[in-house]
């Protein structure tokens, strides 16, 4: 996903990329294991912030600007998410690299 800052921690540091993509991704699985995404949560948040505002749209203006809000909107919201989440995420970065 967008856990931009993760690949930033100062642990990672001198690193290639895609060893940081897998410490990041295994880091991510830790943290998934102890904490699964709640799908219901997840599906309601999406509904509100991207499908309500593109429904608008859609009955305002017309398809193809509803289609574009809803993808940016739903791109947006993982970057946000993911971001989020990051802090949470960081102890289980210390457990990978051990």
Known sequence: MFYFNLYDDKKLKGLK?????????SAVKLFRKDKPINISRRLLIMFLW???????????????LAIGWFAL??????????NDESAEIEPYLD????
Do not use: R
Not at 17 to 25: A, L, P, T
Not at 73 to 82: D, F, V, W, Y
């Open 17 to 25: 990329q895609s060893e940081k993509i897998e410490i990041v991704n």
């Open 95 to 98: 457990k990978v690299l051990k």
């Open 50 to 64: 991207c499908g309500i505002p593109a429904l608008v749209i859609l009955i305002l203006f017309n398809f193809g």
């Open 73 to 82: 909107s739903i791109l947006i919201l993982g970057i946000k998410t993911a």
